[in-house]
C-alpha cells in the first residue's frame, strides 16, 4: 500500500526559506509522479509542484514557479519541495502526493503538513 508522510512544516517569516520532505514507501514508484499540492485556509486545493520518479522531469504550477524546486533522493525513497522567498499567501497545509504515470488523477495522500508564513 502507498504510504506517503511529510514533514518540515513549520511556522516561517516571509522572506524565507523552507525545505518539506515526503517519505514514499509501499511500493516501487518507477512510473510514478510525485506531487505536491496546498490548500489554504477557505481556497481551493491547488497544485504546486510535481516530479517524475524515473528521470526527475519537473513540472511547476503558476505559483510554484521562480520560488520553489522539487527533487527527489530514490536511495532515500523522499521527495523534496525547496520553497524560498516565502510570503504570507504560502500559508497553507501543503500535501505530498503520487499517481501512477498512466493517469492525470493522484489517489494517493498524505496527511498533510502545515506551514504558516508571518508577515
Known amino acids: 500500500q502507498v504510504q506517503l508522510v511529510e514533514s518540515g512544516g513549520r511556522l516561517v517569516q516571509a522572506g524565507g526559506s523552507l525545505k518539506l520532505s515526503c517519505a514514499v514507501s509501499?511500493?516501487?514508484?518507477?512510473?510514478?509522479?510525485i506531487g505536491w499540492f496546498r490548500q489554504a485556509p477557505g481556497k481551493e486545493r491547488e497544485f504546486v509542484a510535481s516530479?517524475?520518479?524515473?528521470?526527475?522531469?519537473?513540472v511547476y504550477g503558476n505559483s510554484a514557479k521562480g520560488r520553489c524546486a522539487v527533487s527527489r533522493d530514490n536511495a532515500k525513497n523522499t521527495v523534496y519541495l525547496q520553497m524560498s522567498a516565502l510570503k504570507p499567501e504560502d500559508t497553507a497545509v501543503y500535501y505530498c502526493?503520487?499517481?501512477?504515470?498512466?493517469?492525470?488523477?493522484?489517489?494517493?495522500w498524505g496527511q498533510g503538513t502545515q506551514v504558516t508564513v508571518s508577515s
Open positions: 502526493t503520487a499517481r501512477p504515470g498512466n493517469t492525470s488523477k493522484y489517489p494517493y
Open positions: 516530479i517524475a520518479w524515473s528521470d526527475g522531469t519537473t
Open positions: 509501499g511500493r516501487t514508484f518507477d512510473s510514478y509522479f
